[in-house]
């Protein structure tokens, strides 16, 4: 896959005929192959990711991903790649960590799908040796490509969907001799309010049950984005991103008495960020790269009463500001062999309006060391990061200090032409949230980094019109931040409790082809997870399946190009098995297997385009979450013009 | 359709699963003639004494807007325990029935429940289990009766963090189901006791960034106004009558931080008696009272961990006899580690004592035990096995 694309962006760069425009995809193409030895597990190519109508659409097909989705536009999309824990996953756009030190949770929602030209997922990270520190430290990582500019273009688009949504996009790109840029501008305004169906039936004597049909509420959003990139020929670049809300949080489904007013808690965000990057062969065999980013973010919660409309709601606000440098160098000492350094910075602070806030500032050291040896049917590699922590609160002189070592080894191996069997085994560290430390009455300053160890062994047998790859993997997941009630009973805490096993298989095959009217693609996903609590407090559920985690899931990907006529079809069918909402797997905390059929047709007319979108098609009532409904049937129409 | 085998299997595994679990409980011989046969309960095996009472009602609280508040009961005649019935007995009520609970009361045949999340007060055919009625109240916390009225405090409108909102105490009529009235008390009220022809209210005021609320306040329910209050302390829990008349309080305790930010507890959860004619109230020494149930010998059964200011666990039940003394020593309960005593009732005619435990997560436990704390019986429970009622 990883070959694929990188040819696939240059033909189209060669076909436009831009000189500029060449070697602005040049240093992005070597950026990408500048050598590792594990390939992506996984990866969106650019097409998949304009069908897909929004970036957790095209990331929850992925091999190993677990999608947790509240439902609807505003509800909180994350990703959990192989029962790790999204805290786990580091989402990277160009190489640079999106960072939140309060609950390291990323909203795949907030990021605007046509901004990406790919997404790739690094089962165990990655092991490039010009990236940041931090990244040799990443138990997964999601790499988002930023979309570069192709000559001069402007496309608009406008997305009806259900729920009275809407969403105008609009972009403009232009590459002009040694700089590019591309600047995007993206809303979305929906009213939210879908039905859904609770149903539950019982095998009595005298029969009976129910099944009735409600209506989400509280869950509208509103939302801009704001996206600009410069891109230089001589191997940098800029973004600046702005992102701000206004939704509902329309809370978990439950019963209510007497016609009270469902939820009305709203919640509001401002995020910005300014990222940059540069890459430079200094002399022979040298290179080295520079990344910097400063982010602030502000969210403000507001808690309102649901039982008494004359009383003013609670103002929770919380800011942060986050600053980051990173250098890292590589040197090829001989051909086949390479060695790097990588050394970061980040800073942190939190700003709250809760009661007891510590006003929270974290300096932290990243350092990492690496070598790779690439010969021409083996590569293998060796690294060895270092975390150094530092919280120094702000209402006192009082600090705290945590340390990780996180090693690091891959090797992959080439038998046969058609054939690479790989290997790696890492460790990587989750360290302790401000949330998970600070918030107020629950938080525990003694907490101690979570703890995660990874190994896989896996195949891929690739042909040129097929592929399959196969991968087993041992996690082993120790220290485990988790929420415990204290010794007063009407208290928690967090604490480093739990111990998890996750066993766990993948299979994915595709096959592509490309006949004379017609392009076919096929893509069948298969992940088999045993993620068990071993080590909990409590020894009845030993052994029981992690909460949220099917034991098997996968998808059906199939897509169509009839190259002559400009229509695209494409289908999707995701299986997802059954799951518990509890650490106790039994029959009242079981979330129900779920089946969604997805399915997409778009023509263009020259530069006119129409997609239709069609979701849910089997019209199934799922929760990802428990307590989260899962919209119905829904369609979403789009129209596009590119000037 | 592939999907389909696949979770057959799965599903298989997990009935397995759940069979093979730990706990010495056998499913119970469903004979014909059984009125509850369908509810498929667990006989358990019971001590020499037998109940005058017929049933003793468990409310689950449920885990906080999880929807999954549940009713268990144990029948004395079979020595067996029913678990989640609510929905058995009524299978027609969407979403079943409700969002955590709070408080659980026999009174007239019917079993009233308080459904803290769902705002509602619910109310059951003791014999049947058959819903009633369902009263729309306001953040309701616990529930009281006085000649044919149930009184149920409310949170109303209050907010963790916010601004000092008072709370109220409404009245229900018990035949019509109707609210007949309600009167504002202090912040947060919490228990409400009936005693002596008055009612009497713990306010909390836990929520109030402000501080706490310290009193009592007294009811005239004839004229439902606040007549008076009673100073006792700060955080005010549960207000208990018990069964010669005499009245009983107690606090939540107080957290602190520390100069390095642990947060941790560090005033006790105090035990009062407060003295209604005096309305005076004085702390009972040495004893932590997480909670409070009338003792079968008259006095005050208080539910506490021994170690609760070092964050430790060491849950002991302490018999405490009108006059504040303790009754003999107190009685340790055994626990697992990750468990905190949450729930506890005393059958008067029996002298054994019923302790919830709960890891606040994962379904708990019933213990049924002799007033020495030796071990009878216990059961697996719905999550937050918190409030008991005997019929």
């Not at chain 1, 009976?208 to 509420?217: A, C, L, N, Q």
């Not at chain 2, 039940?317 to 990750?338: F, M, Q, W």
Request: with cysteine; charged share 20%.
């Amino acid at each position: 896959m990883k070959k694929l694309l990188p040819s696939g962006l240059l033909f189209l760069s060669t076909a436009l005929g831009v000189s500029a425009q060449e070697s602005i995809e040049a240093a992005l193409v070597s950026e990408r192959a500048a050598g590792t030895v594990l390939e992506a597990a996984d990866t969106v190519s650019a097409q998949r990711l304009s069908r897909s109508f929004g970036l957790d659409g095209a990331v929850s097909g992925m091999t190993g991903v677990q999608i947790r989705d509240y439902g609807g536009l505003g509800g909180l999309k994350t990703v959990n790649v192989r029962s790790l824990g999204s805290e786990h996953t580091g989402v990277y756009i160009d190489g640079i960590l999106v960072d939140n030190a309060q609950n390291m949770q990323v909203d795949l929602g907030r990021l605007p799908e046509g901004n990406f030209s790919s997404v790739r997922l690094y089962t165990g990270g990655r092991d490039a040796l010009l990236q940041s520190a931090r990244e040799y430290g990443s138990a997964n990582a999601l790499y988002l490509e930023s979309r570069a500019p192709k000559g001069r273009k402007f496309s608009a688009s406008v997305t009806a969907g259900p729920f009275l949504a809407v969403q105008p996009y609009l972009s403009f790109e232009n590459s002009f001799k040694r700089l590019g840029t591309r600047l995007s501008l993206t809303g979305t305004l929906s009213d939210g309010r879908y039905p859904f169906h609770v149903k539950d039936t019982k095998e009595l004597p005298g029969g009976g049950g129910y099944d009735t049909t409600m209506v989400r509420h509280n869950s509208d959003l509103k939302s801009i984005c704001a996206d600009a990139q410069v891109f230089g020929q001589k191997g940098w670049r800029i973004r600046a991103y702005v992102y701000a809300s206004e939704r509902g949080l329309p809370g978990p489904v439950f019963k209510r008495g007497g016609g009270w007013p469902q939820s009305s808690d709203r919640q509001a965000d401002a995020d910005f960020f300014l990222q940059g990057s540069w890459k430079k062969a200094l002399c022979a065999g040298n290179s080295m790269a520079v990344r910097g980013k400063y982010s602030h973010s502000a969210t403000r919660y507001t808690d309102c009463s649901e039982f008494d409309a004359s009383v003013s709601p609670v103002i929770y606000r919380y800011g942060q500001d986050a600053l980051m440098l990173s250098i890292s160098d590589a040197q090829e000492i001989t051909p086949w062999w390479k060695a790097g350094a990588a050394a970061d910075f980040t800073y942190n602070y939190m700003d709250s309006n809760l009661r007891n806030f510590v006003y929270p500032s974290r300096i932290a050291f990243y350092g990492a060391i690496s070598t790779m040896l690439s010969f021409n049917r083996l590569k293998a590699s060796v690294s060895l990061m270092y975390t150094l922590q530092d919280d120094i609160y702000g209402i006192s002189d009082k600090s705290l200090r945590r340390t990780f070592l996180s090693p690091f080894a891959s090797i992959s191996y080439k038998p046969a032409s058609h054939l690479t069997l790989s290997a790696f085994s890492k460790r990587s560290p989750r360290m302790p949230s401000f949330n998970d430390l600070y918030y107020t009455t629950v938080g525990n300053t003694g907490l101690k980094p979570e703890d995660a160890w990874q190994s896989e062994l896996g195949a891929r047998w690739e042909e040129s019109s097929w592929s399959i790859s196969l991968r087993g993997y041992h996690n082993l997941v120790s220290n485990k931040i988790i929420a415990v009630p204290t010794g007063n009973q009407f208290r928690w805490s967090m604490y480093n409790m739990e111990k998890v096993r996750i066993i766990g298989a993948e299979v994915k095959a595709s096959y592509s082809r490309r006949f004379e009217r017609l392009s076919v693609e096929a893509i069948a996903r298969y992940t088999f997870q045993r993620a068990a609590n071993i080590g909990t407090q409590n020894t009845a559920y030993q052994g029981h399946q992690v909460p949220y985690i099917p034991l098997h899931s996968g998808n059906l990907d199939l897509s169509l190009d009839f190259v002559r006529t400009g229509i695209r079809a494409d289908v999707t069918l995701f299986l997802c098995g059954e799951r518990w909402s509890s650490q106790a797997n039994l029959p009242q905390f079981r979330l129900s297997p779920w089946a969604c059929l997805d399915s997409g047709i778009s023509k263009s007319f020259g530069k006119f385009s129409l997609s239709l979108r069609a979701c849910n098609i089997l019209n199934r009532s799922y929760q990802m979450v428990s307590g989260y409904p899962m919209p119905g049937f829904n369609v979403r129409l789009r129209a596009c013009i590119t000037l | 359709m592939f999907n389909k085998k696949a979770l057959l299997i799965i599903s298989g595994i997990a009935a397995i699963a759940v069979a093979c679990q730990k706990g010495g409980l056998q499913p119970s011989d469903t004979a014909s003639e059984d009125p509850d046969a369908f509810l498929a309960g667990t006989t358990v095996t019971v001590g020499e004494k037998s109940s005058t009472f017929t049933k003793l009602f468990l409310l689950n609280e449920g885990a906080y807007q999880a929807n999954n508040c549940t009713i268990d009961f144990f029948r004395f005649s079979s020595n067996t325990w029913y678990s989640d019935i609510f929905q058995k007995t009524n299978p027609d009520a969407a979403l079943g029935l409700g969002d955590t609970g709070n408080d659980i009361a026999v009174y007239d045949g019917r079993v009233w429940t308080v459904l803290n999340g769902s705002g509602a007060v619910v109310v059951l055919d003791a014999k049947s289990e058959k819903k009633l009625a369902a009263i729309a109240v306001p953040a309701p916390r616990n529930i009281a009766f006085l000649d044919g009225m149930a009184f149920v405090t409310s949170y109303e409108g209050a907010i963790w963090g916010g601004e000092a909102v008072k709370g109220k105490v409404y009245a229900i009529d018990c035949i019509s189901y109707e609210v007949e009235g309600s009167v504002e008390v202090g912040c947060q009220p919490e228990g409400i006791a009936a005693c002596g022809g008055k009612l009497y209210v713990a306010n909390s005021g836990g929520y109030q960034a402000a501080g706490y609320e310290n009193s009592i306040s007294v009811i005239d329910p004839g004229t439902m106004k606040v007549e008076s209050s009673i100073e006792v302390a700060d955080n005010l829990h549960q207000v208990v009558s018990d069964r010669n008349g005499n009245l009983w309080a107690t606090t939540y305790g107080i957290g602190e931080y520390d100069e390095s930010f642990n947060y941790s507890q560090t005033i006790p959860c105090n035990l009062y008696r407060v003295n209604t004619d005096t309305r005076k109230a004085t702390l009972v020494e040495n004893v932590h009272a997480s909670l409070i149930t009338p003792a079968a010998e008259g006095g005050i059964l208080a539910l506490g961990n021994e170690e609760e200011l070092s964050g430790a666990c060491s849950w002991a039940i302490s018999n405490v006899s009108a006059d504040g003394s303790l009754r003999g020593a107190k009685t340790i309960l055994p626990t697992e580690g990750y468990e905190n005593a949450y729930g506890i009732i005393c059958d008067p005619s029996t002298g054994y004592i019923y302790v919830g435990f709960t890891d606040y997560s994962t379904p708990g436990r019933v213990e049924c035990m002799e007033p020495g704390g030796k071990e009878i019986w216990h059961v697996t429970t719905g999550i937050n096995p918190g409030h008991f009622a005997l019929y």
